[in-house]
């Protein structure tokens, strides 16, 4: 487009360009009096543009179990949260998000857009706009990681493999929601069995001295073979190696039908078990990052995609 | 000619004893920690209900997933043959059966001597086998042998659709369920839909010819049996006591090797 030819053409047609003040850079506020109405268009789309980046977002992940909330001004993340779920997947995004805005200190209109992920996704009411946890998945943990290629999430009730191109666009993915045997709830339940807490497993499970083999697949069955264990004497820390190489090995099936790439990123709550991550490490012969907060990181997605 | 068969599965065991091809008695207890010792309790129990002792026993079989650790089985084999032979005895018709335990779900075609023809089975996922059904009445608090006739008093023409294959996933699916005030039949209507559904598609794969059995704890529920009969169109036969048809095959496997050795 001939700009300057434009300008000429068109020069000094007022337009009604209040928006522009509201925002206030000096050189739009200049054009807004030299603009023609052609060039208006374009401006408006800058103007806009600018409006995105310093949109103000929050992304909502509302999974099985608990739900995360990020709330994302440009590149910073202001503030996150993960609360338990509990009762109406409504009332539970709207507690997430009012606990995010209490920590940075905001009010509910500093927020542009509000996107929410998860199982739950489509039950929220007040959300502008929902993405597949695929998606906001992918999206988080490419802003984390840039060099990101394969992207593990394991949740409290299933895993999902995805894999992105260099510009975090998701190209392929794979997942297990049908069988526990690979998935947190698992985890759980062990940790139960053993009284061992939940946070402190992964560690545990690193102290182990002796092999112990849990052999069948179903979760259920495994809880036996656990008691077994418990009866013949073997300790703690082994039994729980034991789980997590089978919790890894079923992971790592899922993570082989769609193939890995490097840099391999853990994300979902179950990225804090190091136990685990460093036995799925060990089947995929590669190192896996895990970023500081993984639960977090379908809200991060959620809140970039909301600003998109 | 006495012959015992002894049937250590997961989460039950069996003991049968033969005399003279007759069944004269037989126990059924619930599998220990240690399978050896179940299958020692499994034996006692049945020969305190005889006359016999222990040392009259002329051969002893064993099957079953512990049966490879019985002390005092001369022979082991597999509980598919077992069971394709117990039901045969039981039924000599028989061409399909069912076997439904505690830890397993085993679709078996026989020909008309009981012999194995061909058969599929699920050992890897406990939704479909006893261990679901009992995880589930444990957190519906009721007693395992009510799931079957409460769930038939659904009045709903179709049950509760419990989605999730995973028994632990479908926990908390039921737990939501019961969050929303569903009836505690129609939960349980669902439950065994959903089983009954499950071991259809192992059997239609095996591929259906009648007459048709089913074997293992199970058959003991009618809320499962009946909704099998419905969707696949055919009468399942169970026996007095289906608990104890891989012990049966054991016993007549062992009565087979005594009258082979007899022959020869």
């Not at chain 1, 600018?50 to 929050?58: P, V, W």
């Not at chain 1, 739950?120 to 695929?134: I, N, Q, S, Y």
């Not at chain 1, 997942?175 to 053993?194: H, P, R």
Request: net charge neutral; hydrophobic share 45%.
């Amino acid at each position: 487009m001939k700009k300057g030819k434009r300008r000429e053409e068109t020069a000094g047609i007022a337009n009604d360009f209040d928006k522009c003040d509201a925002l206030g850079p000096a050189d739009l506020v200049w054009r807004r009096h030299v603009t023609p109405a052609g060039l208006v268009e374009t401006v408006i789309e800058r103007i806009e543009k600018d409006l995105e980046t310093r949109m103000i977002t929050a992304g909502i992940d509302i999974g099985h179990q608990s739900v995360n909330a990020v709330i994302l001004d440009q590149d910073t993340i202001v503030s996150r949260a993960t609360l338990v779920l509990a009762g109406e997947v409504e009332a539970a995004a709207k507690a997430v998000l009012e606990r995010v805005l209490q920590q940075a200190e905001m009010k509910r209109d500093a927020i542009a857009r509000v996107y929410t992920t998860g199982v739950g996704r489509e039950k929220v009411g007040f959300a502008d706009g929902h993405g597949t946890e695929m998606l906001a998945h992918v999206t988080g943990a490419h802003r984390l990681f840039p060099a990101a290629r394969t992207v593990i999430d394991v949740g409290a009730e299933g895993s999902r493999i995805m894999r992105c191109d260099a510009n975090g666009k998701l190209s392929n993915f794979a997942m297990n929601d049908k069988c526990a045997s690979g998935a947190g709830v698992f985890l759980e339940t062990v940790a139960q069995m053993l009284r061992v807490p939940v946070s402190e497993i992964g560690h545990a499970s690193l102290k182990s001295t002796k092999q112990v083999v849990l052999t069948t697949t179903c979760a259920v069955f495994a809880e036996s073979e656990i008691v077994a264990e418990i009866h013949k004497g073997s300790s703690k820390e082994d039994i729980l190696w034991g789980v997590h190489e089978s919790v890894a090995s079923k992971i790592a099936s899922v993570v082989k039908r769609v193939g890995v790439e490097e840099e391999v990123v853990f994300t979902g709550g179950v990225g804090r078990n190091v136990g685990l991550v460093k036995a799925l490490e060990k089947q995929l012969g590669h190192a896996i990052r895990v970023p500081e907060h993984p639960e977090t990181v379908g809200a991060l997605g959620a809140a970039i995609l909301a600003a998109r | 000619m006495i012959t015992c068969g002894i049937d250590v599965g997961s989460l039950s065991a069996e003991a049968v004893l033969f005399v003279d091809g007759r069944l004269e008695a037989y126990s059924l207890i619930r599998t220990g920690p240690d399978s050896a010792q179940t299958a020692e309790d499994a034996l006692n129990e049945a020969l305190i209900k005889t006359d016999l002792r222990r040392e009259d026993l002329e051969y002893t079989v064993a099957t079953g997933y512990g049966r490879v650790v019985v002390p005092f089985a001369q022979k082991n084999i597999s509980e598919i043959s077992c069971h394709a032979k117990g039901a045969h005895f039981f039924l000599p018709s028989v061409r399909t059966i069912l076997d439904m335990g505690g830890q397993d779900c085993k679709a078996i075609r026989c020909d008309k001597d009981g012999k194995i023809v061909s058969f599929l089975m699920n050992d890897k996922c406990a939704a479909g086998t006893g261990r679901a059904m009992e995880v589930m009445a444990a957190l519906l608090q009721i007693p395992l042998e009510r799931v079957g006739p409460l769930s038939l008093e659904s009045t709903k023409k179709k049950p509760v659709k419990i989605s999730n294959t995973c028994i632990i996933f479908a926990k908390s699916e039921v737990l939501a369920l019961m969050r929303e005030g569903v009836p505690m039949s129609e939960i349980l209507a669902g439950l065994c839909d959903g089983v009954a559904e499950r071991v259809k598609g192992l059997i239609r794969r095996v591929g259906l010819e009648e007459d048709f059995a089913i074997t293992g704890g199970i058959s003991k529920n009618i809320g499962v049996t009946s909704r099998l009969e419905k969707k696949l169109g055919v009468k399942a036969n169970i026996c007095f006591e289906p608990q104890i048809v891989g012990a049966v095959g054991a016993a007549l496997f062992a009565r087979d090797v005594l009258e082979k050795r007899g022959r020869a």
